[in-house]
Each structure stands twice: as structure tokens, then as C-alpha cells.
């Protein structure tokens, strides 16, 4: 069957997975994303980009929190019950993605409100500025099959990409160039799927999502033949 295209053309080419505009329902998949207002980065340097990461484990609860909550020892931070769970992100310098799922009812919105809200608190009082971050309220498209929910992990483990070649979709990309890049980009969740231990881990609760990797190697595989489509488009 034909799969979604990652070639530059057209990103994401199912045009009934918008951005939604009904309720959020548990049991469902959603990619959300968002940008920095008039495209301005929104990370500066590792400690905004480890701040955010800190942020979306303590917003992920149900209780408050405070920012002396985001410690050394933040991710053993009890939470409660989560409002969220996370198969997959991507932090890249004007944006991010995730991809989640509702634990509770209204969960989604809970949490991006306590996400957003917060780090923009960090950003204006550090940069020294006022108004809004994020480029209105965060975007959403409803990974309402299977397949389009497969996809969706090759789309945002592949965004850091961009960072090596913005049109790396159209051009052809050096394969081991790839996973030199992404064995070593810290800000997204394709670590987490290798066998590479570390604390951030805790962010994801993959239990709630179909098992499509057993292993590193299947999502290596899954990468490589979505570049490989690429160079074909």
C-alpha cells in the first residue's frame, strides 16, 4: 500500500488528519506540535533544552508543581497519576513534536497548558522578555489509523535532520551520516528506543502504544527504509 511521504513536496499527505477541531478522546493518538511565535527558536543552548525536557515530565501529572520541583533528582520526583503518555518527541531550535495519548479525560490539554505556560515563565524571565512564546495554541492531528501512526514515529525521530540538511527529503542524504547524528542528538526520544540507558527515559510510557519495534535495529530499519523512499520520490 502507499505509506505517508516524507519527500519535500508535501510532508504529511492525508488531508482529513488536519489540525483537529473536536475534543480530544482517550484511547486515541496524537501528534502536537508548536513553534516558537514568528518562527524565533525557542532553544538557545542545552540547559533550555534540558529545562523543556524537565517541564514535560513534571507537567505530565496531575498535582502542581514548583520550580524548585526541577532539581538533580527531578526524575525521581514522585507525580501521581499522568495526564498524558508519550510514545515519541522532538525538541528542534523554533519547535517541537509529540506524540501522545490521553490518560485521563481532558488530559491533553491539561498538560500542554501546564507545558506551555511554564516554559514560557523560563524563557521570558531568562531572555528578558515579555508576550507570547508559541505561535498560538499548539497544533494537532489525530493519528487515526494504524499506519499513520506507525509513520509518525519515522516523522519525528527524522526531524533533527533538518538540523544537518533543511531539504535532506529531496536531497540524497549519506545514510551512516544519519544515525552518527541521531546516536547523538540528545533532544528527542530516538535514544530512548536504542540501547542507550539514560533518565530521560521516563518521559515515555510506550505501554500505551503498539509495539512496532522490538528492538533498535527494527526502528534503525524503519528509518532507513523511510529515507530510502525519500531518495526515490
Given at each position: ?17 488536519s489540525?483537529?477541531?473536536i ?31 524537565k ?12 520550580v ?45 497548558q501546564?507545558?506551555?505556560?511554564a ?8 531572555y528578558a522578555r ?25 516523522y ?34 530516538y535514544?530512548?528506543?536504542?540501547d542507550y540507558?539514560?533518565?530521560e ?5 510506550t ?22 523512499l525519500?531518495?526515490?520520490?
Amino acid at each position: 500500500p502507499q505509506r505517508p511521504c516524507l519527500c519535500g513536496k508535501h510532508d504529511i499527505v492525508y488531508a482529513h488528519m488536519s489540525t483537529r477541531k473536536i475534543p480530544f478522546s482517550t484511547g486515541e493518538y496524537y501528534h502536537i506540535y508548536n513553534r516558537g511565535n514568528d518562527k524565533r527558536k525557542i532553544f538557545h543552548n542545552n540547559e533550555d533544552y534540558q529545562h523543556f525536557l524537565k517541564i514535560l515530565f513534571l507537567a505530565n501529572s496531575e498535582k502542581g508543581f514548583v520550580v524548585r520541583d526541577i532539581g538533580k533528582d527531578l526524575y525521581n520526583h514522585e507525580r501521581g497519576r499522568t495526564l498524558v503518555s508519550i510514545g515519541a518527541y522532538c525538541l528542534m531550535p523554533n519547535h517541537f513534536h509529540l506524540l501522545i495519548t490521553e490518560s485521563i479525560d481532558g488530559g491533553i490539554s491539561r498538560f500542554m497548558q501546564k507545558l506551555t505556560t511554564a516554559y514560557s515563565m523560563y524563557y521570558n524571565t531568562k531572555y528578558a522578555r515579555t508576550g507570547s512564546l508559541f505561535e498560538g495554541k499548539f497544533k494537532s492531528e489525530h493519528a487515526d489509523n494504524d499506519r499513520y501512526l506507525k509513520y509518525l514515529f519515522s516523522y519525528i525521530h527524522l526531524n533533527p535532520l533538518k538540523l544537518i540538511d533543511k531539504k535532506w527529503k529531496i536531497h540524497k542524504i549519506n545514510k551512516n551520516k544519519v544515525f552518527d547524528f541521531l546516536d547523538t542528538y540528545r533532544y528527542s526520544s530516538y535514544l530512548d528506543y536504542s540501547d542507550y540507558e539514560r533518565k530521560e527515559k521516563l518521559l515515555l510510557d510506550t505501554k500505551h502504544f503498539p509495539k512496532y519495534f522490538e528492538n533498535s535495529k527494527d526502528l534503525k530499519a524503519e528509518l532507513l527504509d523511510w529515507i530510502t523512499l525519500s531518495d526515490q520520490d
